[in-house]
């Protein structure tokens, strides 16, 4: 299906890895512009690099900012100061004991979290409604409604990802600009590889039931008892950046292999 991304410009924060670079594949297979951010100038040519060589049609731009810093913001905005499309996918997790979580921790998620994506959303939807087309969408995760409590400090900032996205829709009613909640299940990143290593490494299973033993013992109300893949939530971002995706507003998307119970 061609989606009509055709050089839409496409801010993808922190897409050098796992989910991020998923979305700014997809997005660039549809032939749209993707602005390539990390923290890391290496990483994020690489990816730009990458780009170019498998979709040559396409525009790739670098932004190598740590966006948690209001002056690297700052940055950003004026050599990009207009994007139709903004992923915020940036963002930290880690397992945590509750009673180890200091102050000073809790803030950082809320920086890194939830404000960096909030001053991105601030500065860019103006415009994208000046314009009457935008695409705002962060990437949350079925913690946001499901905290499985080994992260009290990251499904916070989760679930202030919604409702923040709620808030800014009811600020485009009536336009060509959406702002909508991507919630993927667990999903099998970099992150959560080093994390299973971790998990898994004073025990005597083999690494390759590492995701099955997972899924039973830590998600076992997921439906497809199997980690889920960035290329899978690439491609459906992919489409809620369409302009074909006109009647998702404000919404929870939901990619969690069935993990959340539905009530009706």
């Given at each position: 299906?061609?989606?009509?991304?055709?050089?839409?410009?496409?801010?993808?924060?922190?897409?050098?890895?796992?989910?991020?670079?998923?979305?700014?594949?997809?997005?660039?297979?549809?032939?749209?512009?993707?602005?390539?951010?990390?923290?890391?100038?290496?990483?994020?040519?690489?990816?730009?690099?990458?780009?170019?060589?498998?979709?040559?049609?396409?525009?790739?731009?670098?932004?190598?900012?740590?966006?948690?810093?209001?002056?690297?913001?700052?940055?950003?905005?004026?050599?990009?100061?207009?994007?139709?499309?903004?992923?915020?996918?940036?963002?930290?997790?880690?397992?945590?004991?509750?009673?180890?979580?200091?102050?000073?921790?809790?803030?950082?998620?809320?920086?890194?979290?939830?404000?960096?994506?909030?001053?991105?959303?601030?500065?860019y939807l103006p415009k994208m409604l000046k314009q009457d087309f935008g695409r705002i969408l962060f990437i949350a995760s079925e913690e946001a409604v499901m905290?499985?409590?080994?992260?009290?400090?990251?499904?916070?900032?989760?679930?202030?990802?919604?409702?923040?996205?709620?808030?800014?829709?009811?600020?485009?009613?009536?336009?060509?600009?959406?702002?909508?909640?991507?919630?993927?299940?667990?999903?099998?990143?970099?992150?959560?590889?080093?994390?299973?290593?971790t998990m898994y490494a004073d025990s005597q299973l083999p690494e390759s039931e590492w995701e099955q033993d997972f899924m039973k013992n830590h998600r076992p109300?997921?439906?497809?008892?199997?980690?889920?893949?960035?290329?899978?939530?690439?491609?459906?971002?992919?489409?809620?950046?369409?302009?074909?995706?006109?009647?998702?507003?404000?919404?929870?998307?939901r990619l969690d292999g069935g993990l959340v119970p539905t009530i009706y």
């Amino acid at each position: 299906m061609e989606l009509g991304l055709s050089h839409k410009v496409a801010l993808v924060t922190g897409s050098t890895k796992g989910i991020g670079k998923a979305i700014a594949i997809e997005l660039a297979k549809e032939g749209a512009d993707v602005i390539i951010n990390g923290r890391h100038a290496p990483l994020v040519d690489q990816v730009v690099t990458e780009l170019k060589e498998k979709f040559p049609q396409t525009n790739p731009q670098r932004a190598p900012f740590d966006l948690a810093d209001p002056e690297a913001r700052q940055e950003l905005f004026t050599q990009f100061p207009t994007v139709d499309i903004l992923i915020n996918n940036m963002g930290i997790f880690e397992p945590m004991d509750y009673l180890a979580i200091t102050d000073d921790i809790w803030e950082h998620f809320f920086q890194v979290n939830v404000l960096a994506g909030n001053a991105l959303a601030k500065n860019y939807l103006p415009k994208m409604l000046k314009q009457d087309f935008g695409r705002i969408l962060f990437i949350a995760s079925e913690e946001a409604v499901m905290p499985s409590g080994e992260m009290a400090q990251y499904s916070m900032t989760k679930t202030m990802n919604l409702s923040l996205a709620k808030s800014l829709s009811k600020l485009t009613v009536g336009s060509q600009v959406t702002v909508n909640t991507i919630l993927p299940g667990s999903t099998l990143t970099e992150g959560v590889q080093e994390m299973l290593t971790t998990m898994y490494a004073d025990s005597q299973l083999p690494e390759s039931e590492w995701e099955q033993d997972f899924m039973k013992n830590h998600r076992p109300l997921s439906q497809i008892q199997r980690l889920i893949r960035p290329e899978e939530i690439g491609r459906f971002v992919a489409f809620v950046s369409s302009p074909y995706a006109t009647s998702f507003s404000g919404a929870a998307l939901r990619l969690d292999g069935g993990l959340v119970p539905t009530i009706y």
